[in-house]
């Protein structure tokens, strides 16, 4: 259905491509499995989204290298593309962010690029809001009058798309560096002129605008990044009053959550009542907490709540035990949702966009078998019309079902997580890969995963594991995490690849392991803290040298990395030196695989030069790719395909070979990767 699209790029696309290595991009390789290609590339359709009047949907879609906008009536096939950027043209790793309706007749696109003025040493980065006037066709820079907007980096914080009968303008987050803060701005978007709704104070980072448009509450962190404070106000008129401040890592407190239908009251996460996180009121005439209004007895809920964009009320809050689950508050909502996973069974099926009455809706449905799949959903009709596949050659039957696992960890902690062996694999132990994931403050859940399934579809049984220091299983398993790097979270990984091998899972003669972020760091840190355990290991925009990163905090930007969480350079400094695995590269038995974006902004590239010369100096094998303009993870769908090409790769040479090939045996390759 987008050969529009597709025809409307080819012109530019052979050029593209010339200038860079060649990535193949067949679905299907000469045994007919699903290619990295078939996996990585960019999805058919991007940020899909409904205009407000329900009539068209907008999205973007990317073929090497170009991305195009385009919109289609969601009752015909009409595909008009409506603006095209070529990545060349904006020196290189840019990377159309969000898209969004301003109105009916205009999209609203975020271009991401590197910045040009960003501070000394960090790979910053930088976002800009470009608006497509259907009806004139002109493309224009929304901010191009907006003070500081030279030197701003973030300038797509979109508070609400929608105001109720305003579709000229909408409201946006616009940051002060003369008051370290963001201001709530309301945005005329034809002539960009800004209107101040909530003037900018210290450290505040975000507003919030209910059901009305009106901006009534703030969010905001400490520089220090432990200090969470509120503001809020009951009606536009007022001024805004704090209504808490905590330190987040040693005392209890509250985040705004939602707006309820009722100007007096608010929502709010907190886990006041216990170790699990749920939602309460609060009463803002009486700047009082609330009752407890829902919380899971096993999970935190997910910080994810669904309210109506008509009157305010709440409908749902999401949770994930081993799958996530919906708890309705709107009954009349729950037996819609029951009918739309009646009509798609087997899949999680959610509504993510809606017109502005909420009479139609996008519906996308996955699994841990179904690639993402959207529907436009008529709710008076009660009707799904199949829209688009995001990755049409990839097919259930040819992928492997996730499977929820838990265990003991050496001191008794339990730990849950998911183990994916590769459908039809044979009984007994398989040859395994440990995938941390990143953050680490995030979570592993049931769903689909490119990754996973890529690793399954080469004969890999996959298995991940939610250490402590994770999200979702309450404030003891997220604390037990603190300063715990290469330590207790360490072990977590090296019990559930014991575990796996004492189940009967995994080849203890033929296990690896590989992570990304901070899951890289894991890998890494696996390698050297028990390599008789590893047969191979890689890691993509990993850290590698922790007290590097701490004394140059300077060039980072990651959130995840700070003294209470890490640990302090200086205090820390011995332990800190014990856990950094490019300072113990002697140690390391296996092959190891090093990827990096050259203008990584989280994890800057210096850690993966440190970890290849300390390989190198130390005589072990290593193979490294560094992609040049890319960031934490891949803007450019080839470099993507090239990557996950190489890992499979990789992997397949060193745990799908002999079983008598020991890492300590395995003779030295060659860097395969260009450093600056």
């Not at 990377?95 to 969004?100: K, V």
């Not at 805004?240 to 707006?259: K, Q, T």
């Not at 749920?278 to 994810?304: F, I, K, N, Q, S």
């Not at 490019?582 to 990827?595: E, F």
Request: glycine share 8%; charged share 20%.
């Amino acid at each position: 259905m987008l050969a529009a699209v597709c025809t409307a790029i080819s012109d530019c696309r052979t050029e593209v491509l010339a200038a860079r290595q060649h990535v193949s991009t067949a679905p299907f390789d000469e045994q007919g499995r699903p290619t990295a290609a078939a996996f990585f590339r960019s999805p058919l359709v991007e940020h899909p989204a409904l205009s407000p009047d329900g009539k068209n949907l907008a999205g973007i879609i990317e073929r090497g290298g170009i991305e195009v906008v385009f919109v289609r009536p969601v009752a015909g096939r009409d595909i008009k593309p409506v603006g095209k950027l070529e990545r060349t043209e904006y020196r290189g790793s840019t990377d159309i962010r969000a898209l969004g309706w301003g109105g009916d007749q205009r999209i609203v696109v975020s271009l991401e690029s590197p910045q040009l003025m960003g501070p000394i040493g960090v790979r910053a980065r930088q976002t800009r809001l470009m608006v497509v006037d259907l009806r004139s066709g002109r493309v224009s820079y929304l901010g191009k009058k907006w003070p500081f907007q030279a030197y701003s980096n973030y300038q797509d914080d979109v508070i609400a798309w929608r105001l109720p009968d305003d579709p000229d303008h909408i409201l946006l987050n616009w940051w002060q560096p003369d008051q370290n803060g963001v201001s709530a701005r309301r945005v005329n978007l034809d002539s960009g002129s800004l209107e101040t709704e909530a003037r900018a104070q210290l450290d505040m980072r975000r507003w919030h605008a209910n059901y009305l448009g009106q901006v009534l509450v703030g969010s905001g962190v400490s520089r220090t990044g432990t200090q969470l404070f509120t503001v809020a106000r009951l009606s536009p008129s007022d001024r805004f009053e704090e209504i808490v401040r905590y330190d987040a890592f040693h005392e209890p407190g509250f985040e705004f959550a939602a707006f309820s239908e009722r100007p007096d009251q608010i929502y709010v996460w907190s886990n006041r009542d216990g170790d699990l996180r749920g939602l309460y009121t609060y009463d803002l005439a009486h700047r009082a907490m609330g009752p407890l209004v829902y919380a899971h007895p096993e999970v935190d809920l997910d910080c994810c709540i669904w309210t109506s964009q008509r009157d305010g009320h709440l409908i749902a809050v999401r949770y994930t035990t081993d799958r996530p689950h919906w708890y309705f508050f709107d009954q009349a909502m729950a037996r819609e949702q029951a009918a739309i996973d009646a009509a798609l069974p087997g899949t999680w099926n959610e509504i993510v966009d809606m017109d502005r009455d909420e009479r139609v809706a996008l519906v996308v449905a996955s699994s841990d078998v179904v690639a993402p799949r959207y529907f436009f959903y008529d709710r008076a009709n009660h009707t799904l019309h199949p829209f688009f596949d995001a990755y049409p050659d990839l097919h259930a039957d040819a992928m492997s079902p996730m499977k929820a696992i838990s265990f003991q960890a050496r001191d008794g902690l339990t730990m849950h997580g998911y183990l994916t062996r590769p459908r039809n694999a044979p009984p007994g132990p398989l040859p395994t890969i440990l995938h941390p994931h990143g953050g680490p403050s995030s979570r592993d859940v049931w769903g689909w995963d490119p990754e996973v399934q890529f690793l399954a579809s080469r004969g890999f049984a996959v298995l991940q594991v939610n250490f402590r220091g994770s999200t979702g299983y309450g404030t003891h398993h997220r604390v037990a995490g603190y300063r715990q790097w290469g330590l207790a979270m360490q072990d977590d990984i090296t019990d559930a690849a014991q575990w796996a091998i004492a189940q009967g899972i995994a080849d203890p003669q033929r296990l690896g392991i590989y992570g990304a972020s901070y899951g890289g760091y894991a890998a890494l840190m696996a390698l050297v803290k028990t390599p008789e355990l590893f047969q191979a290991g890689a890691s993509l925009a990993g850290v590698s040298d922790i007290i590097e990163m701490l004394d140059n905090e300077a060039a980072y930007a990651c959130s995840d990395f700070n003294t209470p969480t890490v640990g302090d350079s200086w205090r820390d400094r011995d332990q800190l030196a014990a856990v950094s695995p490019a300072r113990h590269a002697d140690r390391i038995r296996a092959p190891v695989l090093i990827a990096h974006g050259t203008q990584d902004p989280i994890v800057h590239v210096n850690q993966a030069n440190h970890m290849i010369d300390a390989l190198e100096k130390s005589g072990h094998e290593v193979e490294s790719v560094l992609y040049a303009d890319e960031v934490h993870g891949f803007i450019d769908e080839r470099n993507a395909i090239d990557f996950y090409t190489k890992l499979a790769s990789f992997f397949e040479r060193h745990l799908l070979g002999p079983r008598a090939q020991t890492a300590s045996s395995a003779a030295p390759q060659a860097d395969t990767g260009a450093r600056p």
